[in-house]
């Protein structure tokens, strides 16, 4: 399953910007799909997951400025990320889980300047 991540680039604190994730093709069994970062330096973080039933997490840094979902074609998850902030300067993976295996996105530079 190989994962295409769109959607990054360079916006001002304050801004929004929308992140894509999409297996092609019709896979089927695709469970939990969700949005990692990393930062320079840092370790990879979760940002949110979203299972196939719509059960969202998220972390405590993003509450109330970014919504993950996941429209009826299963296979692709969005980020809509607002009121963004330059510590959410990072490298952004999106991850499936199918059938006890996971898959990465190549990941989406996400730039926020102050």
């Known amino acids: 399953v190989q994962l295409q991540a769109s959607g990054g680039g360079l916006v001002q604190a304050g801004g929004s910007l929308r992140l894509s994730c999409a297996a092609p093709?019709?896979?089927?069994?695709?469970?939990?799909m969700g949005w990692y970062r990393q930062a320079p330096g840092k370790q990879r973080e979760l940002v949110a997951t979203i299972t196939a039933n719509g059960i969202t997490n998220y972390a405590d840094s993003v509450v109330g400025r970014f919504t993950i979902s996941r429209p009826n074609v299963r296979t692709t998850v969005y980020l809509q990320m607002n009121s963004l902030l330059p510590e959410d300067t990072a490298v952004y993976y999106c991850?499936?889980?199918?059938?006890?295996?996971?898959?990465w996105g190549q990941g989406a530079q996400v730039t926020v300047s102050s």
């Open positions: 991850k499936a889980d199918r059938l006890g295996d996971e898959y």
């Open positions: 093709g019709k896979i089927f069994g695709i469970n939990t």
